[in-house]
């Protein structure tokens, strides 16, 4: 088992240097940049209006109200799902990983690349409500894989380019659904659950190197929890994803302002560390660790996409299922998801390792750049937590049940994106052998090195985010002729016809629809 491990860790770190290298991160912010200008900064020029048509609008029956129509759930349904997909270990133990690796300046790099990836995000939601189609099933389908087949493979001489890179995104997201959206996710639930929860009767039985019978056991039990979901179906996963995401985002960061308000004299010079750090790495970091701005600068945008996702081109395939008719009130869904999960929770995690217990000591040491003693990247955060909840170690234990909920729903999530990769492959009917496959990976982030999981984790998002981001750039002039028909209808009056969809019956429904409900 080790020498295999060994291969897979060796064949990951080639392909991971490749995808995430100049190439891969030019690509990603350079979409996000791209597509911020030609929206001319919708994401702040417009912020009163998707303010109001997301955090403003969950108290309306037309958001939070249970679809009746076949495979389709909810605006708020659509945004609980994705954000049981992306928050999740990234915005814990990713967060801390970036400060481990990259030091404190690995934050301000997450904020700028979560800054333009609101419009990455939201362009992909655009482009996914407006290149949708039904199934063989009558459920709603979307995703990267519609709009470049269907959107770049309209353009001249594109046909074939089109379909190539939309069965390479499948595959690539099937993978990703593996790494992501099961093996990395279960990896820290059980790294956490069993420090916090330890059973030395079973922790204390070695099954191979590294992995005891506990882990196993704790493997084995999440992955029975997720196939009495998963196998479910979209609608009980939406159904738990609004139950337990808003708790769960809601309790983490009470948590996390009242570690921040005891160390309250700590915030004005984490920031600075923060803003600091992001341009000198050496004036707050020693020891190697992050002296080079690269390593900074990578790291930020490596954990920023995995907590937030903008520019993989996953969370538009359950956007897509949302019952809403018009693409850009589901893009400003879209914007919201990457605010919340990385300006707002993935900000509460920075700020509680670097204020808890003083810059110069608790967990983290900004000026040296060091670990505590008996603390990792999944561990560090408990410790924190622990440093002002100390009795009998509720602070650890906070966050590995924080941890559980965030990485568990992280699972239903990408189940279902996996599976709509699987479904434009091989049809709608055949989508329950993906769901067993994917349950069946579950236990192997039980057994696998967190460093490993962790690794082949960001390999797939990296693979899975080229072919969608080649098909955002090109297609990123009609998200601006939506948004722009959009806008002169409803903030200008202008009698005009609505973007629905790309294909002209469903524009003809959707329609049709509208008159109805009018």
């Keep these: 088992m080790d020498k295999i491990l060994k291969v897979v860790e060796s064949v990951n770190g080639e392909i991971n240097g490749v995808v995430w290298g100049t190439f891969g991160l030019l690509l990603l912010v350079g979409t996000g940049?791209?597509?911020?200008?030609?929206?001319?900064?919708?994401?702040?020029?417009?912020?009163?209006?998707?303010?109001?048509?997301?955090?403003?609008?969950?108290f309306k029956k037309d958001?939070?109200?249970?679809?009746?129509?076949?495979?389709?759930?909810?605006?708020?349904?659509?945004?609980?799902?994705?954000?049981?997909?992306?928050?999740?270990?990234?915005?814990?133990a990713g967060v801390a990983a970036a400060i481990c690796i990259g030091g404190a300046g690995a934050v301000f790099w997450?904020?700028?690349?979560?800054?333009?990836?609101?419009?990455?995000?939201?362009?992909?939601?655009?482009?996914?409500?407006?290149?949708?189609?039904?199934?063989?099933?009558?459920?709603?389908?979307?995703?990267?894989?519609?709009?470049?087949?269907?959107?770049?493979?309209?353009?001249?001489?594109?046909?074939?380019?089109?379909?190539?890179?939309?069965?390479?995104?499948?595959v690539f997201a099937m993978l990703a659904s593996f790494g992501i959206g099961s093996m990395g996710q279960v990896n820290k639930i059980v790294t956490n659950v069993a420090q916090a929860f330890d059973v030395s009767a079973l922790s204390s039985i070695e099954v191979f190197t590294g992995v005891s019978l506990y882990n196993i056991i704790l493997g084995a039990a999440i992955m029975l929890?997720?196939?009495?979901?998963?196998?479910?179906?979209?609608?009980?996963?939406?159904?738990?994803?609004?139950?337990?995401?808003?708790?769960?985002?809601?309790?983490?960061?009470?948590?996390?302002?009242?570690?921040?308000?005891?160390?309250?004299?700590?915030?004005?010079?984490?920031?600075?560390?923060?803003?600091?750090?992001?341009?000198?790495p050496e004036a707050f970091v020693g020891g190697g660790i992050g002296a080079v701005i690269g390593k900074v600068v990578t790291q930020g945008f490596k954990r920023g996409v995995f907590s937030n996702?903008?520019?993989?081109?996953?969370?538009?395939?359950?956007?897509?299922?949302?019952?809403?008719?018009?693409?850009?009130?589901?893009?400003?869904?879209?914007?919201?998801?990457?605010f919340a999960d990385t300006m707002v929770v993935c900000t509460m995690t920075a700020l509680v390792i670097l204020t808890a217990g003083g810059l110069d000591g608790g967990v983290f040491n900004v000026i040296t750049g060091e670990i505590a003693d008996g603390y990792t990247d999944a561990t560090l955060v408990g410790g924190a937590f622990n440093s002002v909840f100390s009795w009998g170690n509720i602070g650890g234990k906070f966050i590995a049940v924080a941890m559980f909920l965030f990485a568990f729903t992280t699972v239903l999530g990408w189940s279902h994106y996996g599976s709509k990769a699987w479904e434009y492959l091989f049809g709608a009917k055949t989508t329950f052998?993906?769901?067993i496959i994917h349950v069946c990976t579950v236990i192997f982030g039980a057994v696998l090195t967190s460093s490993l999981a962790w690794d082949i984790s960001d390999t797939f998002n990296g693979l899975m985010m080229i072919p969608n981001l080649i098909g955002v750039l090109v297609l990123s002039p009609l998200v601006v002729k939506i948004t722009n028909n959009y806008l002169r209808r409803v903030k200008k009056g202008e009698d005009i016809e609505p973007m629905y969809n790309a294909d002209p019956e469903i524009q003809a429904a959707e329609m049709a629809r509208t008159i109805e409900e009018e």
């Design 33 to 58: 940049i791209i597509v911020t200008v030609l929206t001319k900064f919708f994401q702040i020029s417009h912020i009163g209006m998707w303010f109001k048509h997301t955090l403003g609008s969950l």
């Design 309 to 338: 996702e903008a520019g993989l081109g996953s969370s538009v395939m359950v956007h897509s299922n949302s019952n809403i008719k018009e693409p850009v009130k589901q893009g400003m869904w879209g914007i919201f998801e990457v």
């Design 110 to 170: 997450m904020w700028v690349a979560a800054f333009f990836g609101m419009m990455t995000n939201y362009a992909e939601n655009v482009l996914g409500i407006y290149f949708r189609r039904k199934n063989e099933n009558g459920e709603w389908s979307g995703g990267a894989m519609y709009y470049l087949a269907n959107g770049l493979g309209k353009k001249k001489g594109m046909k074939y380019v089109g379909k190539f890179l939309a069965a390479l995104f499948c």
């Design 433 to 435: 052998i993906f769901r």
């Design 225 to 280: 929890l997720t196939a009495l979901i998963t196998l479910g179906g979209l609608k009980r996963i939406a159904n738990v994803a609004e139950k337990i995401v808003p708790f769960m985002v809601v309790l983490f960061v009470c948590g996390s302002i009242t570690i921040i308000g005891i160390n309250y004299a700590n915030i004005l010079p984490a920031f600075k560390a923060i803003f600091v750090n992001a341009f000198k």
């Design 63 to 92: 958001v939070i109200k249970h679809s009746k129509e076949k495979g389709s759930i909810s605006p708020f349904q659509a945004l609980c799902t994705a954000l049981a997909a992306t928050v999740g270990t990234g915005n814990i």
